[in-house]
């Protein structure tokens, strides 16, 4: 499902975390990813791309941003019938069992709890690709 060419946006007000997930998903083989640090700057790149016809295969995004929360950006893409099956994988400190229920009923594909390693960006990746493949096949 996803290849070393997949196109990943980073979306997360903290450096730090974008620079973790950058050198994991590159120690990977992906090539392409690009960064944004808020949810607004993050649903104008993924609008963009999807207009210049090099849209994005995957998103990672934190929870809590400035001007616009993940969760926030998450419903908004769900709303949109552009990005209704956008991979999209939460990143974050909310490792509340209450917060993973929000963040996927509100239409996120995954969850990750910050810390994390390249070894479980991995397996979320596989699982997330297991998951589509279902949904294609159903």
Known sequence: MFSKNSRILLIDDF??????????????????????????????????????GTPFDLVFCDWNMPTMTGIELVKRLRKDN??????????????????????????????????????IIS????LVARKLAQQKSA
């Open 15 to 52: 450096e730090l975390t974008r620079v973790t997930l950058k050198i994991g998903l590159t120690n990977l083989g992906f090539k392409h990813l690009d960064e944004a640090d808020d949810g607004d700057v993050a649903l104008k790149k993924i609008t963009d791309a999807y207009a210049a």
């Open 82 to 119: 552009r990005f209704v099956r956008l991979p999209l994988i939460m990143v974050t400190a909310e490792a509340d069992r209450a917060n993973v229920i929000e963040a996927l009923v509100a239409g996120a594909t995954d969850y990750v709890v910050k810390p994390f390693d390249a070894d």
């Open 123 to 126: 397996k979320k990746i596989d």
